[in-house]
């Protein structure tokens, strides 16, 4: 790869977010609307994110190109100072072979930005109305994949080895191997009645959404015939209820707010319960906040 000086060139990395054209961030769509070239792949991003396109704009479907076809146009961009926006489904962070891009690109002298998108996890999460951090049952949330795949896994990052936390947990690329999937799932100690969630191409057209529970999980998968652009969510948080957050608690205080003094005070009680043997001390000390002082109003402000 050569090194090409470039004085204008740049390269924006845009999330598309999980399909739904509008969906898009206000910042991607204005991005693409000013590129000379939007490179997308018509295999993973919805054809509908193309409108904002500029009519005079150069665009490239990836899709059929390995990253060494996608070099030449960085090599072009570095050498005539174009702006190109490369698109990725959800959002680039994730499972989006981009900091090999971001490398590269530099290495041509090219300057770079990322523009987040809405990933498919959070997208599904909207469309099941869930919360994936409820209070007092899951506050963590594991975003992975089956190991075995294309790409290696590292060493302790087996799905079973996730799944001894008990979380929320998001399973992406996993899809073909779902019987897998489940048995990692119950072998890392999920009972089987725990609430999943199927989700096929989340917010395009062609959407499909499933609840099921770790138990079914790989029968749901079968029974609809899917393999690809599927995505899981696992978890209890995805069907408990009746918790609250202490941080729209009336007993809850912070910079902006003061307590009210008896729901201070039965915060304070169910904190001592939690602290007694067989209680949760854990999630009590959880609950502190480390702006509170003990006379009852805010201190410093974070």
Known sequence: ?????????????????????????????????????VVWAASLVHADVLAH?????EIIDSSELPMEGVLPLYERAAAQGLTVARIHSGDPALWGA???????CRALGLAVEVVPGVSSFTAVAALVERELTIPEVAQSVILTRLEGGKTPMPAGERVR???????TMALFLSAARSGQVQAELLAGGYPADTPAVVAYQATW??????????GTLADTVREHKLWKHTLFLVGPALGASGTRSHLYHPGHFH??????????????????????????ADRAAGDADPSVSDAGAPGPAR
């Open 1 to 37: 790869m050569t090194t090409v000086e470039a004085t204008t060139g740049k390269v924006w990395f845009v999330g598309a977010g999980p399909g739904a054209a509008d969906l898009l961030t206000l910042r991607a769509a204005r991005v693409i609307g000013e590129a000379d070239v």
């Open 53 to 57: 396109a500029r009519a005079d704009a």
């Open 98 to 104: 981009v900091q090999e891009q971001l490398d590269m």
């Open 161 to 167: 080895d996730f799944a001894r936390h008990g979380t």
């Open 205 to 214: 057209p062609d959407e499909l959404v499933v609840r099921c529970t770790v």
């Open 255 to 280: 910079t902006f707010r003061r307590a009210e003094p008896a729901a201070r005070a039965e915060l304070r009680r169910r904190r001592a319960d939690a602290a007694r043997p067989g209680g949760n």
